[in-house]
């Protein structure tokens, strides 16, 4: 009885290993896709991967370098005062660069898919950051409603605060990258500040 089941078991795994070791090994043709571990593939990806993130960085700074172009070097209409050259430039670079980061840690959050797992976490609080930052210039400068834009400083902040913590629960470094964003928007207001 004990000599049957052994001749089972060891035909079993005779039928087991011959099976694996028959089959023959598995090359893709040569007209056949590429797998993911081709270099070619990986090299077409890693350009379509810096192509969106140079597109999501260009397209943030540059609707709001625009806003400031559009707003001019500020008036002194309304209650505000007129803003130094200076306080202009340091608005403008500043917030260009700031859109420019926050703009890197969105595209680092729709890499990993964020933005459409959890629009109202990352996309809804970017978009509102985004469009507070362009909006900011024109009522500041342009128009001169401090008022107005202490508002959109205050919107801006709230924005960035709320990136932090969605883009941080998506990846922890868009998180982080989209802190100094908040401490922007309090130094935006604080300039806004003193031009009321």
């Known amino acids: 009885m004990e000599t049957a089941t052994a001749n089972q078991d060891q035909g079993l795994t005779r039928r087991a290993v011959g099976d694996v ?8 043709a040569s007209g056949a896709r590429a797998t993911s ?13 810096l192509r969106s993130l140079a597109a999501a960085v260009t397209v943030s700074a540059a609707l709001t370098a625009a ?4 707003s001019g ?8 005062k007129a803003p130094s050259a200076a306080m202009v ?32 976490a990352t996309l809804a609080p970017f978009a509102a950051q985004l469009l507070a930052a362009a909006a900011w210039p ?25 990136c932090v913590r969605g883009f941080g629960g ?15 928007a ?7 500040y003193k031009m009321l």
């Open 21 to 28: 070791d028959a089959a023959p090994a598995r090359m893709p």
């Open 67 to 70: 806003a400031f172009y559009a």
């Open 89 to 120: 430039a340091i608005a403008r670079a500043g917030s260009v660069a700031a859109e420019a980061v926050m703009a890197l840690a969105a595209w680092m959050v729709w890499a990993e898919g964020g933005l459409h797992r959890r629009p109202g």
């Open 170 to 184: 998506v990846n922890p470094v868009a998180g982080d990258l989209a802190k100094p964003c908040v401490a922007w």
């Open 186 to 192: 309090v130094l935006l207001a604080v300039m806004n």
């Open 138 to 162: 024109a009522l500041a400068l342009r128009l001169g409603a401090g008022w107005a834009g202490m508002a959109c400083c205050a919107a801006m902040a709230a924005g960035a605060g709320a």
């Open 37 to 49: 571990r081709d270099p070619k593939r990986k090299l077409g990806r890693a350009k379509r991967g």
């Open 73 to 80: 070097a500020g008036s002194s209409s309304g209650t505000a």
